[in-house]
């Protein structure tokens, strides 16, 4: 791995676990230490940012004093996450989680508990608790209620409890303690303040909550239908997609990190605590798969309450990202007062994609209505108003040039994958107007939708590639455009799609892994390489399975399964070296991994 400034002060991306409670997370190093935690949501600044800055950004250091190895697992079935220190004396271990479904009251604590237990021998512990409140931009004053510590930096409050001896060390508090084998040790950080008092957590009440927390992921996950090869991963990504969703509005976010960067010492640093509707989307149809209704149907809820059509700027009725609560404002800025992840700088918070012009996000969400209304139950009347009014938007409006799914910023152009998706939208809306009897204007519907295919199949194709390309009149390979047999647009046989797939598989194709286009060759505005998109790598499992070339998708399959971190957990690329690099973890990679591993599984019956 390459390291920059940062040196040994981080740990690499890939060496984290996450834990939420469906309104935040936490990301929790293999040393033990939180180094990411915004609280009370995704998107609000960070109260441990260490990730970002190790000096400046904040932490909650918990270690067996002395560990030579440690590993990290999660609880069978659940988010509970427990990272194993190995020391000469013994093995000891810190159980994290936030606990989940103990009501409005307690949601409000938005409470993390680390519990200690020392299950060989006899070890020593120390903690250190540094909150930096704002992104390490606020201060706050410590002061103690009671055997609360309670740290105050004006907009926010957190009080700590233990059950150990707390100490002040300037603004910041450290506990030193020694566990025999049985004995164990609770502290619960809640947020605290209005009608929310400091509240001690004795170790039964952590019993308790952790048997709680245990029962509520197994129960969710018991919902799910797949029983196929792969279903501890595939598991494993239904649980992670389901602790990037914000309970109180059903949206889903892309990832809950920021600025954590897609090659060390470049300028591709974004946040991603936001709701994208092709990412959102995606995921419906990922968790439809397996049988998750309930998340569809919250998410179908947060389109309705907050993107109808209308809602949006000049780049057209609907923004390509939203607010975990709705809002269409999301000014970006850089923090420059961080240093970034191994100082790869800039560290930037909101994203000015949210102005861009992206066609294709008509057609995921479109598409995922339709998989709801098939699926899951029928849209209203209301809900089908909509649809019509976003079809008829895209008839008028499907052959400008945007920016596409990459959100490149180097100009809009005519892109292939965003009228393969426009062909989408309108096809989707279709066929739900036929099934169900509803009332269109097919006649339109259908010209358009025509018009489209034949748009495509003749200024997207490149008989000098004897490939279909990024963009009209061109000749760059992009992996966007693995989508066509997926979204049955052009059959998986068909000897322009074989000879297009041949194409990608020369030039972007490494091992199993997929980089979305040459940026050389494809100028996106933007500084620095980048690593290869993961979900493109499920995308091309899928359309090698599609193909009939299935030993070859499960191959490729079962290589993109060695790239995941210790826990089954993916970032938005993977490095030369095989590094996780970009957001962590990602909605994307993830949803894609369930709908390879669906499909493989199928194909080899």
């Known amino acids: 791995m390459t390291e920059t400034s940062g040196g040994g002060r981080y740990l690499r991306i890939s060496e984290h676990g996450l834990i939420g409670d469906l309104r935040s997370v936490a990301l929790v190093g293999t040393d033990g230490t939180i180094d990411w935690y915004c609280c009370p949501s995704f998107d609000a600044p960070s109260v441990f940012g260490a990730i970002l800055d190790a000096e400046r950004g904040g932490c909650f250091e918990l270690a067996a004093v002395g560990a030579a190895r440690t590993k990290q697992f999660y609880f069978p079935d659940t988010n509970v996450l427990i990272t194993r220190f190995f020391t000469e004396d013994g093995v000891g271990e810190v159980q994290d989680f936030m606990p989940v479904g103990g009501g409005p009251a307690e949601a409000e604590r938005h409470r993390l508990i680390r519990r200690v237990v020392c299950v060989r021998g006899s070890i020593p512990f120390r903690a250190r608790v540094a909150p930096r409140f704002g992104y390490g931009a606020r201060e706050h004053t410590l002061r103690f209620v009671g055997d609360v510590a309670v740290f ?5 409050s957190l009080g700590l409890t233990a059950t150990v001896p707390l100490e002040a060390e300037g603004p910041d508090v450290r506990a030193e303690f020694k566990l ?6 609770v502290f619960a950080l809640d947020q605290v303040g209005g009608e929310v008092s400091p509240r001690r957590c004795a170790r039964t009440e952590a019993d308790e909550q952790f048997s709680a927390t245990v029962a509520y992921w197994r129960r969710w996950l018991s919902a799910s239908k797949y029983r196929g090869r792969w279903r501890e991963m595939v598991h494993r990504s239904a649980l992670t997609l389901k602790l990037l969703t914000y309970a109180p509005t059903g949206a889903i976010v892309a990832a809950p990190t920021t600025s954590l960067p897609e090659l060390f010492g470049g300028g591709r640093n974004w946040d991603y605590r936001y709701v994208w509707v092709r990412d959102a989307a995606f995921c419906v149809y990922a968790l439809l798969r397996l049988g998750f209704t309930g998340e569809a149907e919250a998410f179908m809820s947060f389109v309705t309450r907050h993107i109808s059509p209308g809602d949006g700027k000049s780049s057209g ?5 939203y607010g975990i609560d709705g809002r269409t404002d999301l000014p970006e800025y850089e923090l420059a007062h961080l240093e970034g992840h191994f ?5 930037r918070v909101g994203n000015a994609a949210a102005d861009q012009l992206q066609l294709d996000i008509y057609g995921a969400l479109i598409d995922s209505i339709y998989l709801y209304d098939k699926w899951a139950q029928p849209i209203s009347s209301e809900q089908w108003d909509d649809v019509c009014a976003l079809v008829d938007w ?8 945007d920016e596409g799914i990459w959100e490149t910023r180097g100009g809009r ?3 292939l994958y965003s009228r393969l998706m426009c062909w989408v939208a309108i096809e989707r809306a279709i066929r739900m107007a036929n099934r169900r009897g509803l009332p269109a204007d097919l006649l339109r519907w259908r010209e358009c939708r025509d018009r489209i295919y034949r748009r495509i199949m003749s200024r997207g194709w490149s008989e000098r590639r004897g490939a279909f390309v990024q963009h009209e009149d061109g000749d760059v390979l992009d992996a966007a455009v693995l989508m066509m047999p997926l979204s049955k647009f052009i059959a998986p046989t068909d000897p322009k799609w074989l000879s297009t797939l041949d194409a990608l598989t020369k030039d972007l194709v490494s091992d199993s892994l997929v980089y979305r286009y040459d940026p050389m060759a494809s100028p ?6 980048e690593g290869t998109f993961s979900i493109c790598s499920f995308w091309f499992v899928e359309a090698l ?3 009939g070339r299935v030993d070859e998708a499960r191959l490729a399959f079962e290589k993109m399964l060695t790239y995941a971190n210790h826990l089954g957990l993916y970032a938005e690329e993977i490095s030369h070296t095989g590094e996780q690099q970009g957001n962590f973890p990602q909605a994307f990679t993830h949803l894609a991994l369930i709908s390879a591993a669906f499909n493989l599984d199928r194909a080899l019956g």
């Open 152 to 156: 105050d930096s004006g907009e926010l």
């Open 317 to 321: 009725p609907l923004q390509i990202m």
């Open 180 to 185: 025999a084998e049985g004995e164990s040790t």
């Open 524 to 529: 996106d505005g933007l500084r620095g390489d």
């Open 394 to 401: 895209v008839c008028g409006h499907w052959d400008q040039p």
């Open 545 to 547: 399975v599609h193909a």
């Open 413 to 415: 152009r005519n892109f």
């Open 343 to 347: 100082g790869s700088a800039p560290v």
